[in-house]
């Protein structure tokens, strides 16, 4: 697991890993590892991260890409700046060493791979899975992946390496993923929900505004923006968990759609232009207390295809499915693994197509899911999801403390 901050940018340096051992007593479901090492993927900017940020919002176009991308914090030796700090670590033939990974980056898919070795990953955003060999693994911004190293080569010194991905390679390694799930590990989510009491279709976009005197640098001199169901997400000046339990009028509305109010081929190479445009928004989805929850997320080639890795807080979700093109609901459903999804709480919508995930609203509050894309986020693809109380007082939602400062 990680933390990180939520305020702008700063999650660019403001960040760290969390490690959860096994309980008292209890063991791994994998021969324990001789040492255990964090490895952390960033990003780096030369300039204040803040500046970067406000001339990438006040342009309307895409921000610059960071100067620099980071191992552990140094961005490694084929970087003049940085090649007597680069990150190593020694290792000593023959033992295993479990990795903990996060990608912490801001706008990039990682490939991570360690040269002449095979990993074998064992979880995945603090889930353990069946263990799968392999040579690479596939992280998303805010994912995070345990993987055990065996180092079992002749001496000598290997390279660690992280670089921007391909997306079907990146489909094939989160479709072999399985969760372990077991009696003796139990997932610690309610088991996949075979039923399900709220069916969701969202459409993930990238979408342009009008700009004065079409002087920006999105397309044709628009502002680029981004949307979940054509809604571009607008941030109240009060926060949605007050003015919800607060019962505060104006600070959001109920509207949010549950399926696209735009429908066409939604991968299409050609989408008319009018499409593009989307209406800004503060709306949310009610949930009631323990109800079932199937999401699609459906990716467009508006403006541009891309993979969007989605993040939902309070929750960890099974993701049941996936396909490239547009979802059917009557045949793709049928393909869906209820057996051993894996569980996580980040999973990368594949470009021009679909992912689909499971989950029981067993913890209220308000609850933001986004794009983990840092430019995707900052430009609006963001909605909020306001899971209602249970009727039991351990199933609501405790009072903000009276001695709080406000923000």
Same mark, same amino acid.
């Given at each position: 697991m990680w933390w990180h901050a939520h305020s702008d940018w700063s999650r660019?340096?403001?960040?760290?890993?969390?490690?959860?051992?096994?309980?008292?007593?209890?063991?791994?479901?994998f021969p324990k590892p001789h040492a255990e090492v964090p490895i952390i993927l960033g990003d780096w900017w030369k300039n204040d991260v803040q500046a970067v940020l406000d001339r990438f919002l006040d342009s309307g176009g895409d921000p610059q890409i960071s100067d620099a991308m980071t191992v552990n914090g140094q961005p490694g030796d084929l970087y003049p700046c940085s090649r007597s700090g680069t990150f190593n670590q020694i290792v000593e033939r023959g033992k295993t060493y479990l990795l903990r990974m996060v990608n912490a980056g801001m706008n990039n898919i990682f490939f991570f791979a360690i040269a002449n070795h095979t990993l074998t990953v064992v979880g995945v955003d603090a889930s353990y899975v069946k263990p799968l060999n392999t040579t690479y693994i596939a992280m998303s911004p805010g994912q995070t992946i345990d993987l055990l190293l065996e180092a079992n080569q002749p001496l000598g010194r290997y390279y660690m390496a992280a670089k921007a991905y391909n997306s079907a390679a990146r489909v094939n390694f989160n479709s072999s993923l399985r969760s372990?799930?077991?009696?003796?590990?139990?997932?610690?989510?309610?088991?996949?929900?075979?039923?399900? @009491?709220?069916? !969701?279709?969202? /459409?993930l976009s990238i979408n342009t505004l009008p700009c004065n005197d079409e002087s920006c640098a999105g397309p044709g001199g628009t502002r680029l923006a981004a949307s979940v169901n054509?809604?571009?997400?607008?941030?109240?000046?009060?926060?949605?968990?007050?003015?919800?339990?607060?019962?505060?009028?104006g600070v959001y509305g109920n509207d949010f759609p549950s399926v696209p109010p735009?429908?066409?081929?939604?991968?299409?190479?050609?989408?008319?232009?009018?499409?593009?445009t989307p209406r800004n928004g503060t709306e949310v989805i009610e949930l009631e207390f323990n109800s079932t929850v199937e999401l699609v997320f459906q990716g467009t080639n508006l403006v541009a295809g891309i993979d969007h890795p989605m993040h939902l807080h309070g929750y960890s979700f099974y993701v049941v499915g996936w396909g490239f093109g547009n979802f059917d609901k009557v045949r793709d459903p049928l393909r869906y693994n209820l057996v @051993?999804?894996? !569980?996580?709480? /980040?999973i990368a919508v594949p470009r021009n197509g679909w992912t689909a995930i499971r989950f029981t609203a067993n913890n209220p509050g308000v609850w933001l899911m986004h794009c983990h894309l840092e430019r995707h986020i900052?430009?609006?693809?963001?909605?909020?999801?306001?899971?209602?109380?249970?009727?039991?007082?351990?199933?609501?939602?405790?009072?903000?403390p009276e001695d709080m400062p406000p923000c």
């Open positions: 660019a340096t403001v960040h760290g890993a969390i490690v959860v051992y096994p309980k008292n007593g209890h063991s791994y479901p372990l799930g077991n009696e003796a590990y139990p997932a610690k989510e309610p088991i996949c929900p075979s039923k399900v @009491d709220t069916k !969701l279709l969202f /459409t054509n809604i571009t997400f607008d941030s109240p000046s009060i926060d949605i968990l007050e003015g919800y339990y607060k019962r505060i009028s735009l429908k066409f081929n939604y991968t299409s190479d050609l989408i008319p232009v009018e499409f593009r @051993d999804p894996p !569980l996580q709480n /980040t900052s430009w609006g693809m963001e909605m909020t999801f306001i899971v209602k109380n249970g009727k039991r007082p351990e199933d609501q939602i405790l009072p903000r």
